[in-house]
């Protein structure tokens, strides 16, 4: 009769080996699991984001007609300018000594020519300014020109300049309407950037939206800022 071999017994390192090789391969084998099943995307679609950036879009062009319709009231056919700036008021004294107050004008458009003479380009002006002198009644507007160098612009030769060509300019040009002096320095509260520069103001003493103009600016584009203070 053969003899059973008895088993060699384990030692405790074995089993600890054996033990840490079973479980490498159940991780191996869970891995292998997660990587075969599909992928979850991460984040939002292009679809989702698209939709969140128009809705949100859709929001603010709400609340901007929500915004503009608050600030003009229905039914007025006009825009309401609610940042209307008052024109700083003055009185002045013209070439014939008579008092000049922008106060007293108060039911009229008022356009200021802000000039000098030497000027180079304020006789261009001046033609334009005729064209809206003879185009509207005195009723309805009032032209005042304002020399900002009254040490220089003496009355003589204010009255001197008053028609062209002279020994300043070959332009031609006359000037029907209130010449004065800036003898308080009015250009500096209306923030007149060089010469010629014109400012309109309304018939309730505000200055005109698009005031001031600055440079030589065309009898065409005044009247349409007179017009639309004089007819709306």
């Known amino acids: 009769m053969t003899k059973k071999k008895k088993k060699k017994k384990e030692s405790w390192k074995e089993r600890r080996r054996r033990a840490a090789l079973k479980q490498q391969k159940a991780l191996e084998a869970e891995r292998l699991k997660r990587e075969r099943q599909p992928k979850k995307s991460k984040g939002w679609t292009k679809g989702k984001t698209f939709a969140v950036v128009f809705a949100f879009l859709l929001i603010i062009g709400i609340y901007g007609a929500w915004q503009y319709s608050q600030s003009s009231p229905s039914g007025s056919g006009q825009n309401q300018n609610t940042n209307r700036q008052k024109a700083p008021l003055f009185t002045l004294t013209d ?138």
């Open 95 to 232: 070439i014939d000594g008579n008092d000049v107050s922008l106060e007293n004008l108060t039911g009229k458009v008022v356009i200021l020519d802000f000039f000098y003479v030497g000027c180079p380009h304020c006789p261009d002006e001046f033609v334009e300014l005729e064209q809206i002198y003879k185009t509207y009644s005195s009723e309805d507007i009032t032209i005042i020109s304002i020399s900002v160098n009254p040490d220089q612009d003496t009355v003589d030769r204010l009255r001197e300049y008053k028609t062209g060509p002279n020994q300043y300019t070959d332009v031609h040009y006359q000037i029907y309407w209130t010449i004065a002096r800036d003898t308080i320095g009015i250009w500096q509260e209306y923030n007149i950037p060089g010469t010629p520069t014109t400012v309109i103001i309304d018939k309730e003493g505000y200055i005109s939206p698009n005031s001031p103009f600055a440079g030589v600016t065309a009898a065409s584009v005044l009247k349409n800022e007179i017009d639309s203070l004089l007819y709306r």
